[in-house]
């Protein structure tokens, strides 16, 4: 799968999941707390189908980067409506 992708694209990926993760841990270790920990286990364990909407909606602005990337790539045709 990743020989499919430029190099170009994967690496504009890979630096994204990075930001990702970065953004994620600084959050966590700001605001690590007993309550939160507890409620991070819960997330964990949820399907992302069961998950509130306000849950969801974190979830797809890191999707909606994704597409922003691959949009850019020119290597995938979204419809204006996804």
Do not use: G
Not at 18 to 33: E, F, G, R, S
Not at 45 to 63: C, F, G, I, P, V
């Amino acid at each position: 799968m990743t020989n499919q992708l430029p190099s170009t694209i994967r690496e504009k990926l890979a630096e994204l999941e990075h930001i990702q993760w970065a953004h994620w841990t600084a959050y966590m270790l700001d605001n690590l707390t007993l309550e939160n920990i507890e409620r991070w286990r819960q997330q964990i364990n949820t399907h992302y189908s069961e998950l509130s909407e306000t849950e969801k909606d974190s979830d797809r602005k890191w999707a909606d980067r994704v597409l922003e990337i691959l949009k850019d790539s020119s290597c995938v045709h979204l419809n204006s409506n996804e």
